[in-house]
């Protein structure tokens, strides 16, 4: 693959016991960030998962980059109910370094995940993969649960400070992909 491309998807067709997805066909660049769009049911997430081999490839081809460091932040959370783990463990977990992090949560690292509100546990789980040492970066959904602040936080992190990964981002959100993305590639339309 050519020096800076990560990622080239040909025909992709993925699913469970089946194909429920698909065809998808780019291309991703150091630097670039391709949002998938489509309607509900068209197999965003499903296509998102066999980027890093969550579910069965049925055709098509997905070629990494030699070495290519993925890092993947799905929708919904498990329950961390009694799990005594902080913020500083989780990103220590993932090599994610807290720089960055808005003031609204990093002042709260050293608190337990199970007593962090839905959205700084969301925001707390995408800068775990978004300042982890990923050359790849997939995000199911990121700005579930987020607040205004939180989205505006990410958005601007987003357009300034990932310079060094690709980033491949599912989201219903139509106005964050267009704030955010280089490139948006259609599934199922």
């Known amino acids: 693959m050519a020096g800076d491309l ?15 997805a698909g065809p ?16 509900n049911g068209a197999g965003k997430s499903t ?3 066999a980027l890093w081999g969550g579910v069965r490839v049925f055709g098509g081809e997905v070629h990494k980059a030699p070495g290519l ?20 463990d989780l990103l220590g977990l993932t090599g994610a370094d807290p720089a960055g992090l808005p003031p609204w949560l990093a002042g709260r690292l050293g608190e337990r995940l199970d007593r962090l509100s839905g959205g700084q546990l969301q925001f707390l789980r995408l800068w775990a993969c978004l300042a982890a040492p990923a050359d790849l970066v ?52």
Not at 6 to 20: I, K, S
Not at 24 to 36: C, K, Q
């Open 69 to 88: 460091q993925i890092s993947h932040q799905a929708q919904g959370f498990d329950d961390l109910r009694g799990v005594p783990l902080s913020g500083h």
């Open 6 to 20: 990560l990622l080239r998807v040909a025909g992709l067709r993925a699913g469970y016991a089946g194909p429920v």
């Open 138 to 189: 997939l995000l199911d959904e990121p700005t579930n649960n987020l607040d205004r602040a939180g989205v505006a936080h990410l958005a601007d992190w987003l357009g300034r400070a990932h310079g060094g990964q690709g980033i491949v981002l599912v989201s219903h959100d139509h106005a964050f992909i267009d704030q955010v993305c280089t490139r948006v590639v259609e599934v199922g339309a």
């Open 24 to 39: 998808l066909d780019f291309e991703l660049r150091r630097g670039e960030i391709v949002g998938l769009a489509g309607p």
């Open 47 to 49: 296509l998102l998962k």
